[in-house]
C-alpha cells in the first residue's frame, strides 16, 4: 500500500510505540497516587510536559495535556467565550475555512449564547488577509481563532501577522496548529498567540492524545469538571503511557523537521508537477506557502468518491478533504470557501504525505491518478457535455 493521508492521521513511530509500550506495562499507576509507583507515574508526565514545552520554547506549566485537538479546539473557544461573555464582550472573528472542531464550536455559541461570529473571507490563494482580520476585530471581540495550517488545501496563514494585530487591539488569539505542530517551526516565544492545539497523531505520536498552548498570565477555564488533574483545567485520570509517546514523537520530529520537511517537499513538489499534466484540473490553494506534504487538486467532470474508490484498488490511500467528514456527500467547505464553485469541489483529491514517500511510489501515483481521472471521464456525461462544448470549462 502508499500511504498517502496524513493529514488524516500518521503511523505511530518505532521510537513512540517503544514509548507507549514500556509505560504501559511498567509505570501504569496513577499520577495522582501518593505512594511511590504513583509519583513515578507523575514524574514521567511531568517530564513529557518538560518535553513539549522544550521542543515550542515554552514553560511547563503552559502546556495543557488534552484528548487531542478537536477537545483542545472546544477547551480554549469555550473558555475565551465565558471569559469575554464576563465583561459583555461576545463577538468572536474566525475563518470560513476553519476545521469544523471550531466551526461547530462557534455555531454551538452562537445558538445557545447568542453569540456573534464573524467569518473572515479565505481568497482563492487558500490565505487569509491579516488586514481583513483587523478590519472584522470589533470593541466587543473577545477571540480570534485562525488555524496555523489548513487541513485540507495545507496553506500557511500569516498567524504572526494576524497575531501582533490581535495583541495591538487587546483580544486573545488561538491558533488550531494541529497540521503544523511536528511539521514546521513554531516557537512560542516569538508567536504572538495565546492559545496553540496539537494532536499527537498528526506528527507519528498516538492518537487521542494532544496538548493545548496557554501563555502564561492568560487564563483557561475547564471543559470536562471532576477531579483536579492538570492543575484544574482538565478532569480525568491522564493517559500516561500516551503523553509520554506524543512526547517522544514531537521531540523526534523537531529534531529531523529541516531534512524530513525538505524531503517530503521535494515529493510534494513532484506530484503537483505530475499532476498539473492532467487537462482541466488545478491545485487548490497556493503553491508555495504550503505544508510540506500536502497535494490537493480539482478535476474536472468527475466524483472524488469514485476516483479515491479507485485508487484504494490500485494500493493507494487518499483522500478528498477531512477525514472528520468523509461519510458526507457534500463538497469541501474549505474548498467552496476559497471559491471553487459546487461541481468542481465534487472532484478533489487530497495526497498528503510524509518523507518516506519514494520517487516510484510518487511516480505510481502520478500515472494511476491520470489513468483513473481518464477512465472516470470516459462514462461521464458531464464530461462529454464540457468536452462538446454543451457547457464551458471551469478548470
Not at 515550542?56 to 488534552?66: D, K, M, V
Not at 470589533?138 to 485562525?146: A, S
Not at 503537483?272 to 487538486?297: K, M, Q, S, W, Y
Amino acid at each position: 500500500m502508499i500511504y498517502a493521508d496524513n493529514a488524516a492521521t500518521t503511523r505511530m513511530s518505532e521510537a513512540a510505540i517503544r514509548t507507549l509500550v514500556s509505560v504501559a506495562k511498567e509505570n501504569y499507576g496513577n499520577p495522582s497516587s501518593l505512594y511511590s509507583f504513583g509519583q513515578r507515574a507523575k514524574e514521567i508526565l511531568e517530564d513529557a510536559r518538560s518535553a513539549v514545552a522544550e521542543v515550542l520554547g515554552a514553560q511547563p506549566r503552559e502546556i495543557l495535556f488534552t484528548g487531542g485537538g478537536s477537545e483542545g479546539d472546544n477547551q480554549v473557544i469555550r473558555s475565551a467565550a465565558e471569559l469575554g461573555r464576563r465583561k459583555g464582550k461576545k463577538h468572536i472573528v474566525s475563518s470560513a475555512f476553519e476545521h469544523h472542531a471550531v466551526l461547530h464550536a462557534l455555531e454551538r455559541l452562537k445558538k445557545e449564547q447568542g453569540f456573534e461570529v464573524t467569518l473572515v473571507d479565505v481568497h482563492e490563494d487558500g490565505l487569509v488577509r491579516p488586514e481583513e482580520v483587523a478590519a472584522a476585530i470589533r470593541e466587543d471581540t473577545c477571540l480570534v481563532t485562525i488555524m496555523t495550517a489548513n487541513n485540507e488545501i495545507g496553506t500557511i496563514q500569516p498567524i504572526r501577522e494576524i497575531g501582533e494585530i490581535c495583541r495591538s487591539r487587546g483580544v486573545l488569539f488561538h491558533t488550531d496548529a494541529v497540521q503544523a505542530v511536528g511539521h514546521l517551526p513554531l516557537h512560542t516565544p516569538d508567536l504572538p498567540v495565546d492559545f496553540l492545539t496539537a494532536s499527537a497523531h498528526k506528527f507519528h505520536g498516538p492518537k487521542g492524545v494532544g496538548f493545548v498552548f496557554v501563555r502564561k498570565g492568560v487564563q483557561i477555564l475547564p471543559l470536562i469538571d471532576g477531579g483536579a488533574q492538570e492543575r484544574n483545567k482538565r478532569a480525568g485520570t491522564e493517559n500516561v503511557a500516551g503523553i509520554a509517546a506524543m512526547a517522544t514523537a514531537l521531540r523526534e520530529a523537531a529534531d529531523h523537521l529541516e531534512e524530513r520537511g525538505a524531503q517530503t517537499a521535494k515529493m510534494r513538489d513532484k506530484l503537483i508537477r505530475g499532476l498539473r499534466e492532467i487537462p482541466h484540473g488545478a491545485l487548490n490553494g497556493d503553491e508555495t506557502r504550503r505544508l510540506p506534504g500536502n497535494v490537493n487538486f480539482c478535476f474536472e467532470g468527475i466524483e472524488g468518491e469514485s476516483l479515491l474508490l479507485l485508487l484504494d484498488d490500485r494500493g493507494i490511500a487518499a483522500s478528498s478533504g477531512s477525514a472528520c467528514t468523509s461519510g458526507s456527500l457534500d463538497p469541501s467547505h474549505v474548498l467552496l470557501a476559497i471559491g471553487r464553485v459546487h461541481d468542481v469541489a465534487h472532484g478533489s483529491l487530497r495526497l498528503s504525505i510524509d518523507e518516506t514517500l519514494t520517487d516510484d511510489e510518487a511516480d505510481t501515483i502520478i500515472q494511476s491518478v491520470k489513468e483513473v481521472v481518464a477512465y472516470l471521464r470516459g462514462f461521464s456525461p458531464v464530461w462529454r457535455d464540457l468536452e462538446s462544448g454543451k457547457i464551458p470549462h471551469i478548470l
